[in-house]
């Protein structure tokens, strides 16, 4: 094993997450990504990874904002 896998640990997928979506867009969501050299799951994982680091940074601003003391 190299050094820079020894760094960069990849965390282990262990979880499922089943969600209900129609046909049609299913069809057209594997589509694409076949076509885009992808795959479902992998942009799954990337928007959730996008979500929670946008909504976790508004949710830190928001805790600052709590936190600041009020001046009159």
Not at 20 to 30: A, S, V
Not at 39 to 48: C, K, L, Q, V, W
Request: with cysteine; aromatic share 4%.
């Amino acid at each position: 094993m190299s050094k820079d896998t020894k760094k960069h640990k990849i965390k282990k997928k262990n979880s499922q997450l089943i969600i209900r979506i129609n046909d049609e867009e299913r069809e057209q969501f594997i589509n694409l990504c076949e076509h885009l050299d992808t795959s479902a799951a992998r942009e799954i994982r990337h928007f959730i990874r996008d979500f929670l680091a946008k909504h976790n940074s508004e949710n830190e601003v928001s805790k600052e904002e709590e936190n600041t003391p009020e001046t009159e």
